[in-house]
């Protein structure tokens, strides 16, 4: 009988240079983010465009809604369930 493993030998040298190289690209793509953050904070200090924290965001007012718009609403809704209705007997 032979070896039950059907990976050839040389597999796990192939996987540490593999790893290896992910590793490396890692630290590249890490460093590229350094630059970007950098520059995209150099940017936003400039030009104002720099993001507000949440709590200093205004919180947003709902304008109210007249009852006329209310009735507006609920009739075309309930036309349209009648649709629905309609269309669901018939098929």
Request: aromatic residues 4%.
């Amino acid at each position: 009988m032979g070896c039950y493993n059907a990976c050839p030998r040389g597999t796990m040298t192939n996987l540490t240079g593999v790893v290896r190289q992910l590793r490396k690209e890692k630290q590249r793509v890490h460093g590229e983010m350094e630059r970007l953050n950098a520059a995209l904070a150099a940017l936003g200090s400039i030009g104002g465009l720099e993001r507000k924290s949440k709590g200093s965001r205004m919180p947003k007012v709902r304008r109210p809604m007249s009852p006329a718009a209310r009735r507006k609403i609920a009739a075309a809704q309930r036309a349209r369930w009648a649709k629905w209705k309609k269309n669901k007997r018939t098929k």
